[in-house]
């Protein structure tokens, strides 16, 4: 079945600096694949989706994702960091029409 | 502004007693889901509803059940609440044909001692 993995379980990034998440895929076809932010204390929220066209996508809040099909990779980044960024961060894929399925989450901790 | 709403945000019970867990969507969406995060496992998908009395197993549904009776409303149970049930839960929703795009509840934090 379609899945995604976070390599990076914590990342710690200075604010200003430009920040890139990792998300692997495996399965052959093209997957739909998502980025979802949870900040603390609050729900999860989508910040971008892929599902097919162009291979770079452009989310809420300043973040971009790229998909590489000769990585299976769809790698999360922003230019520029805020403190309000530190988040658990997610990657998902919709292996069939209903159930989005998560990777482990990539913590992300914002350094002044 | 959408909203799900989540009946507690902490939550501590015994072991053996029988938990409820509240979830209400303003948005008139047709699919609710239940889900438990622990860290190093993401999300994982407890169980799912696509309509009002209908409900789906996800991919952990063993020792929950689940209620839908009304559009709005998604009740998760645990029958006999174990220790190893400990763990945060989402709940969220999504409109019919677009169940990638979930809205999220902020979570209830159930610690079962």
């Known amino acids: 079945a379609q899945s995604v993995t976070q390599p990076d379980i914590h990342i710690t990034v200075s604010e200003g600096a430009s920040l890139e998440l990792r998300c692997n895929y495996s399965?052959?076809?093209?997957?739909?694949l998502f980025w979802y932010v949870q900040s603390p204390g609050q729900g999860l929220q989508l910040l971008l989706k892929?599902?097919?066209?162009?291979?770079l996508v452009q989310g809420i809040k300043g973040f971009e994702a790229e998909f590489k099909r000769s990585q299976s990779s769809f790698n999360l980044r922003k230019p520029s960091v805020h403190w309000s960024d530190a988040a658990e961060y997610f990657c998902?894929?919709?292996?069939?029409?209903?159930?989005?399925?998560f990777g482990a989450g990539t913590t992300v901790t914002v350094r002044a | 502004d959408v909203k799900v709403t989540q009946s507690s945000r902490y939550l501590v019970k015994r072991t053996g007693e029988k938990v409820f867990l509240e979830c209400v969507q303003d948005?008139?969406?047709?699919?609710m889901f239940w889900y438990r995060q622990d860290p190093g496992l993401g999300l994982r998908l407890i169980y799912f509803?696509?309509?009002?009395?209908?409900?789906e197993k996800g991919d952990i549904p063993e020792g929950y059940s689940v209620s839908r009776e009304k559009k709005e409303r998604f009740s998760l149970i645990l029958e006999s609440a174990s220790t190893n049930q400990t763990s945060m839960y989402l709940c969220a929703s999504s409109p019919q044909g677009t169940s990638y795009e979930q809205y999220f509840g902020p979570g209830t934090r159930l610690t079962v001692t």
């Open positions: 399965y052959g076809a093209t997957p739909y």
């Open positions: 509803s696509y309509d009002v009395k209908m409900k």
């Open positions: 892929y599902f097919s066209g162009d291979t």
């Open positions: 998902a894929t919709l292996p069939n029409d209903y159930k989005l399925s």
């Open positions: 948005m008139d969406h047709e699919n």
